[in-house]
Nanobody, 115 residues
Framework: QVQLVESGGGLVQPGGSLRLSCTAS????????MGWYRQAPGKQRELVAS???????GYASSVKGRFTISRDNPNNKAYLQMNDLKPEDTAVYYC?????????WGQGTQVTVSS
């Protein structure tokens, strides 16, 4: 089973930027589809962005053009660069790894966008 650890959350003003990082254990990282999800209070967890083993990406319409997902296979890392943050982006952000036969979640990192 893969273990995931997120970092990079925090408090930022509207219009600001943050970069989230996700570090995975094991040796099969390059085969995983990696995703970033978020969950705001009282709302369901939603997919924000994903990147496949072929580096193909997908984004939720609410973040397209502002967020960028990327991966660094040699270092077992996935990133979410978040620009032009808005108060509605406030949520706990979770890293997700889909290995086909199994999946894993990170523990989450809080992102708060507020002035």
């Amino acid at each position: 089973q893969v273990q995931l650890v997120e970092s990079g959350g925090g408090l930022v003003q509207p219009g600001g930027s943050l970069r989230l990082s996700c570090t995975a254990s094991g040796t099969m990282f390059r085969r995983y589809t990696m995703g970033w999800y978020r969950q705001a209070p009282g709302k369901q967890r939603e997919l924000v962005a994903s990147i496949g083993s072929d580096a193909g990406t997908g984004y939720a319409s609410s973040v397209k053009g502002r967020f960028t997902i990327s991966r660094d296979n040699p270092n077992n890392k996935a990133y979410l660069q978040m620009n032009d943050l808005k108060p509605e982006d406030t949520a706990v952000y979770y890293c997700h790894a889909d290995a086909g036969l199994y999946a894993a979640w990170g523990q989450g990192t809080q992102v708060t966008v507020s002035s």
